[in-house]
DNA sequence: AGGAAAATGGAATATAAGTTCCATCACGAT
DNA sequence: ATCGTGATGGAACTTATATTCCATTTTCCT
């Protein structure tokens, strides 16, 4: 059996790429030919077989396991592991921002965790929005909205601050809007007066309200159109809805942020209130 | 055999994502349920095997393959191999993502340049939120509302959303809050009651409302600690408190979001739930 | 040049994976 | 209530994958 180095091979790819570049001149032919396509070809090594690698990388499938050994792995397995980790769980974007992240996160007091922690989990969140929201179905949302006589916003527990922010915002912008959710608990009574002319925006993440299901229903019947933002295309709000919107924040610690949430938001206000200006009063 | 598609099934990712979704609730429970895993766990799918998959997702073998094959696949490694591109050939490199970032921003629509414009101030916000916030501030204003036998949340027009998180957040944490700034109109009497063995956090930013500023006075003439978040240290919550934290949200077109002041927000309820946790009861 | 040690190619093997099949179950129509 | 269709669970089967083994070749030292 070929020598196996004393401590653990490397489980983090940038640890095992600069194993591999180190190691690579002291290697014989054969495996210095698969350490140059690991390097050159990392996605392959991820997703291809033995077999598969081997061929492009013209060496026999034995090779590969004799070079997984060679760095101290237990087999080729468990070095295509590392690579597969290195294409996993990454949120497109700022992957080497969130990186430097953490590094910064370690070794600070818990509280600051939190802080590194929550920023992390806004950025990615917030990332995904931008790259997730299709234009066409924010111009159509802002289309509805502006067009509305009066924006019945529903949102409950987590996510009425979402609509307290949208009454707000929109507020200022000279739309009127109605506010449910609020501990005034007369809300179904106020939403019973939304009809064809007006437009209804609801907002529901897991576990989702029953009351704002219930709500959007009852909207949904009134024939007035309705704008969902929710957290999954099987949400109870992204049926029946005329255009939604699909934010997932990430979490930490299994607590989540409304950072991502309150962005789209800002920017669902924005249009809406440029749809107002550029389609003329109503 | 389970009846195939006609057509083809898709080969690139995002069409395949909108198919699942398209026939999600068309598709029997055992089959649904593969589909909404599908979609949740994308990265699991492209690197697991049938069989972790299957276990992950509780469901058998052969559901995978029933359901790679009611989507017009040959079977579940034609599906997988859909996943796995999805991961391939992904630009590694931060400046060639900022570049491609960059290029989708120009020449989108007005809806879209909304979306990008408010990312890019939310993200810097949130960056800076980090930079500025000390620890040890975070720390002390944990502490006090950590002590506090009931949390009074001020804050009104666009605060209010932050305090109604805070509501929201500390509530499922098991912390007594009461939550000034709703329509009751009863706020003064309300904050009447709070004492020196309470807590009191207020948040407000230009133009501070009035109210804002009259009620933190009261607080503080009852010697109930107060915690505020702002935005300037000539805020008049910057005065006669015990913390306060600075919050800049970068501006889009004139408008602000919110997701800055959450993230601190979130970070904030759960440093005081842990010191709660760890200080034991009072 | 001769010999030992290491490296290599390729076949053999054991393991794991994907797929198929069938008995049973659930559900809707008659 | 009964029948029939479709869905489901789980075992059986087949394929292919990673790994091991060994004969052969290469390399390097004396």
Do not use: C
């Not at 060679?70 to 294409?87: D, H, N, T």
């Not at 950025?123 to 066409?136: A, D, T």
């Not at 939403?191 to 989702?208: H, N, Q």
């Amino acid at each position: 059996m070929t020598e196996a180095l004393t401590d653990s091979p490397p489980q983090a790819f940038n640890e095992l790429r600069d194993l591999i570049i180190e190691r690579r001149d002291k290697l014989p032919r054969r495996l210095a030919q698969v350490a140059a396509y690991t390097i050159e070809f990392p996605d392959d090594i991820a997703f291809g077989t033995v077999g598969s690698i081997s061929e492009r990388a013209a060496v026999q499938p034995s090779t590969l396991v004799r070079f997984a050994k060679a760095l101290g792995y237990s087999g080729f397995s468990e070095l295509q592991a590392v690579f597969q980790e290195r294409l996993r769980d990454r949120p497109n974007n700022y992957e080497a921002r969130l990186q430097s992240l953490d590094e910064h996160t370690s070794g600070h007091s818990p509280a600051m965790a939190a802080i590194e922690g929550f920023s992390e989990a806004a950025i990615r969140s917030i990332e995904r929005v931008k790259e997730r929201v299709k234009p066409e179905d924010l111009d159509e949302a802002a289309r509805i909205l502006a067009a509305a006589e009066t924006v019945y916003l529903i949102g409950l527990r987590r996510s009425y601050p979402v609509t307290a922010y949208l009454h707000y915002a929109l507020g200022t912008l000279g739309i009127r809007t109605v506010l449910a959710g609020s501990p005034s608990g007369v809300d179904r009574e106020i939403l019973a007066f939304a009809g064809p002319r007006d437009a209804a925006l609801a907002v529901s993440f897991t576990p989702y309200a029953p009351t704002t299901v219930e709500y959007t229903r009852q909207i949904v019947a009134q024939n007035t159109p309705l704008v969902s933002i929710t957290d999954s295309p099987f949400s109870p709000l992204a049926l029946n809805t005329s255009v939604w919107f699909e934010i997932v924040e990430s979490d930490f610690e299994g607590f989540r942020t409304l950072a991502a949430t309150m962005t789209l938001a800002a920017a669902l206000a924005i249009a809406v209130a440029e749809k107002r200006r550029a389609g003329g009063r109503r």
